[in-house]
Every structure is written in structure tokens, then in C-alpha cells.
T-cell receptor, first 109, second 116 residues
Framework: RKEVEQDPGPFNVPEGATVAFNCTYSNSASQSFFWYRQDCRKEPKLLMSVYSSGNEDGRFTAQLNRASQYISLLIRDSKLSDSATYLCVVKEDTDKLIFGTGTRLQVFP | NAGVTQTPKFRVLKTGQSMTLLCAQDMNHEYMYWYRQDPGMGLRLIHYSVGEGTTAKGEVPDGYNVSRLKKQNFLLGLESAAPSQTSVYFC???????????????FGDGTRLSIL
């Protein structure tokens, strides 16, 4: 079983749609969780951290379910500029990050 | 704001050649990392450093060596390049310690390396 698993997609959605990505992780002792965004042929960039109580940043909402070891990202009112690969990332001990393979999103006009 | 800078950005090597990738950060971060990214796989940690003069193995360290002689620099070396090392290499740095911190890693823009 992979340590961090994501649906690779692609998710093809029209502008204005709401789309949700899911991620599961295997290490129940993990404490920090993130969503990173990676554009084609670019470096990963932090989109948002994921907190136990859930958190929102504009059109983006992240949720964490520790009991199910499940993380989600919701994007509302999708924009063309949201097209990218979204990486689910879990931080383990010694500050090491475990990356999922990413979910590709394509927003079309 | 330079952040994390990687050099070179592209390189083509022949099997058996050696080279060094340089990573420099200007954020005074203690932690630095080298990853590789291959199609269909998540970023995989090669080596990392928790401070000047220290290095440690990550998930896929074989065939690579690293050095952290200065806090701001982290070098990744390939002593005898192999086609399996064709990949995109990312360097990152962070200020955080331990799994309880939500401080992110900051990435360089990558080095595309092809081994023929």
C-alpha cells in the first residue's frame, strides 16, 4: 500500500464547477498535512496546510479526517488558472514529506 | 526574492559521467532536501540535511552523494551517471523541525537531467 494515495485523474471540469479531491495516508502517527499545487514542468508550491478543524482559503477548502486517515480539497467556482496537478502531502518525523502522485485538474471554458 | 535556486536547469550526460547539482537558499533555513520526480510517481526523497555539516539518506539514496558544507548550499553529486537517473530533480528547504510543524518546504524550479 502506498503511503499517500490519490486518484490520478484527470478531472476535466467546466469553469465555475465545484470539484473535490481525496487523499488517504497510511501512517496514523502523521501530524502535518498539506496540499501543494504543481503546474506543468514547474516546481511544487504550497497551496494550503490542512488543519484538524478544516480550513478555508478563498475558494479552497481543506478537510482532515484523522479517524479515516483521509484528506480532502474542495475547489469552488473553478477558474481556468486552477488547471494544475494537486499533490497531497503528509509530513512524517524529521520533517520528511511524503508526496502523493498527484491529481490532475483541467478546467475548460 | 531568490528563495531556492538550482543550477543547472538542464543537463544531458553520458552514462558514466559525473556531475554536481547545486542548490542555494537565502532564507537561512536549517533543513534542505533533494528529491527526484519521475512520471507516475510522487516526489521521492534522495537525501536531506538537518543543518550545516550533516546529511542523511532518504528513500532513494543509491547512486547519489550530498554535501552541506555551508548552511545555504546543498550539493547533490552523481559519481557515475546511469540512465535510471534520468529525472527531474528538485531541491527544497524549510525552517521547521519535527512532524508537528506546519511550516512548508520551499522548492527550487528543478533541474532536468537526461542520461544517455
Amino acid at each position: 500500500r502506498k503511503e499517500v494515495e490519490q486518484d490520478p485523474g484527470p478531472f476535466n471540469v467546466p469553469e465555475g464547477a465545484t470539484v473535490a479531491f481525496n487523499c488517504t495516508y497510511s501512517n496514523s502517527a502523521s501530524q502535518s498535512f498539506f496540499w501543494y499545487r504543481q503546474d506543468c514542468r514547474k516546481e511544487p508550491k504550497l497551496l494550503m496546510s490542512v488543519y484538524s478543524s478544516g480550513n478555508e482559503d478563498g475558494r479552497f477548502t481543506a478537510q482532515l479526517n484523522r479517524a479515516s486517515q483521509y484528506i480532502s480539497l474542495l475547489i469552488r467556482d473553478s477558474k481556468l488558472s486552477d488547471s494544475a496537478t494537486y499533490l497531497c502531502v503528509v509530513k512524517e518525523d524529521t520533517d520528511k514529506l511524503i508526496f502523493g502522485t498527484g491529481t490532475r485538474l483541467q478546467v475548460f471554458p | 526574492n531568490a528563495g531556492v535556486t538550482q543550477t543547472p536547469k538542464f543537463r544531458v550526460l553520458k552514462t558514466g559521467q559525473s556531475m554536481t547539482l547545486l542548490c542555494a537558499q537565502d532564507m537561512n533555513h536549517e533543513y534542505m532536501y533533494w528529491y527526484r520526480q519521475d512520471p507516475g510517481m510522487g516526489l521521492r526523497l534522495i537525501h536531506y540535511s538537518v543543518g550545516e555539516g550533516t546529511t542523511a539518506k532518504g528513500e532513494v539514496p543509491d547512486g547519489y552523494n550530498v554535501s552541506r558544507l555551508k548552511k545555504q548550499n546543498f550539493l547533490l553529486g552523481l559519481e557515475s551517471a546511469a540512465p535510471s537517473q534520468t529525472s527531474v530533480y528538485f531541491c527544497a528547504s524549510s525552517s521547521a523541525m519535527g512532524s508537528y510543524s506546519n511550516q512548508p518546504q520551499h522548492f527550487g524550479d528543478g533541474t532536468r537531467l537526461s542520461i544517455l
